[in-house]
């Protein structure tokens, strides 16, 4: 069983940028992904990477997070700029595998003045 793990949350002021990274334990062929869940919310996809690069956003972080990943490091990354209180979260990093999805423990991120 592959294990993530989490890093780079932090408490950063509106407008700074952080970068989170997730080290899988082992070579991942499948979509890798970033999700957030805030107190009170439902746990929301964040952004997703496959394997050839192809990504995907939910607009309310288009042109503002970037996500990537490094194949021969078994890891990826989320480049979260111009941070919002709103985007304070946990952020969860998530694989796609069969038949249960695998899960970091998160970390997190605060915006704040």
């Known amino acids: 069983q592959v294990q993530l793990v989490e890093s780079g949350g932090g408490l950063v002021q509106p407008g700074g940028s952080l970068r989170l990274s997730c080290a899988a334990s082992r070579s991942i062929f499948n979509i890798m992904a970033w999700y957030r869940q805030a107190p009170g919310k439902q746990r929301e996809l964040v952004a997703s990477i496959s394997y050839g690069r192809s990504t995907r956003y939910a607009d309310s972080v288009k042109g503002r997070f970037t996500i990537s990943r490094d194949n021969a490091k078994n890891t990826v990354y989320l480049q979260m700029d111009s941070l919002k209180p709103e985007d304070t979260a946990v952020y969860y990093c998530?694989?796609?595998?069969?038949?249960?999805?695998?899960w970091g423990r998160g970390t997190q991120v605060t915006v704040s003045s």
């Open positions: 998530k694989v796609d595998s069969y038949p249960t999805d695998i």
